[in-house]
């Protein structure tokens, strides 16, 4: 891939999300074992991460962990949640020294205690920083939050804090994990495949997708503004027509 792509400063996308798929392929096609591949994966997520930071994107968001991840072989479970808190740990100054927050969403409390330790002092120590907020999916599943922001809004509205006649696209979108997130405009996915697995359903209504081949292990700083720059190349127009939107 060329590393000659321009990309118009004018038009980077406030929130970026990727799912980062293709780990167990990656370490099947070099004959190691799955968790191979998961490790191997970390050089992506840095190179993706400082990528986001440099371009001034404001929102990264990874989808690590799925909710129906927890469904994997134990042995795999297991080792991943060991690299999730060793990762965190050793990154987290990296973190600081680049001015980016570290957020989750999901159903953080299934994580093991050693992982939800480590999360929760880097979440604090990077609190304040102002740079790119980097967003973590954790045991996240986007049906599960959609059912949790209903059942939110209707306590409620049985408590008389809240009428039905109120709830909207904006009250629904409070109770959500990402009240305080933008929606992304761009969507990533690895591997191929072309579904976005339980991942932001409400937040992508108006997402721009992106499919590559590329495994996640292999992703590189090119392969994100490759990406950038095919967004850039479309016209969003919002259930509006081209003409409404060159006039506007």
Aim: charged share 25%.
């Amino acid at each position: 891939m060329s590393a000659q792509v321009k990309l118009d400063a004018n038009n980077i996308p406030t929130h970026v999300a990727i799912i980062m798929d293709g780990n167990g392929r990656w370490a099947k096609q070099s004959g190691k074992p799955r968790i191979f591949g998961h490790r191997s994966a970390l050089n992506a997520v840095r190179e993706a991460t400082e990528c986001a930071a440099e371009l001034g994107i404001k929102f990264l968001t990874l989808y690590a962990f799925s909710e129906e991840n927890w469904n994997r072989p134990k042995d795999e479970v297991g080792g991943l949640m060991d690299l999730l808190a060793s990762a965190i740990q050793s990154e987290t100054a990296t973190l600081l020294k680049n001015n980016i927050r570290l957020m989750t969403i999901g159903h953080t409390a299934k994580l093991p205690k050693s992982v939800a330790q480590q999360l929760d002092e880097s979440i604090r120590k990077t609190a304040t920083n102002t740079g790119l907020t980097l967003v973590l999916a954790l045991s996240y599943s986007s049906r599960d939050e959609i059912c949790e922001a209903a059942k939110q809004l209707a306590i409620q509205v049985g408590k008389g804090q809240l009428k039905a006649e109120d709830i909207n696209e904006a009250t629904f979108g409070r109770a959500l994990y990402t009240s305080n997130i933008p929606d992304p405009e761009l969507l990533i996915r690895t591997s191929g495949e072309s579904r976005l697995s339980n991942f932001l359903l409400w937040q992508s209504a108006y997402t721009e997708l992106y499919f590559t081949p590329v495994l996640w292990p292999d992703f590189r700083k090119q392969h994100l503004i490759q990406a950038i720059a095919d967004y850039q190349g479309r016209e969003r127009r919002f259930g509006k027509t081209s003409e409404q939107i060159q006039q506007a």
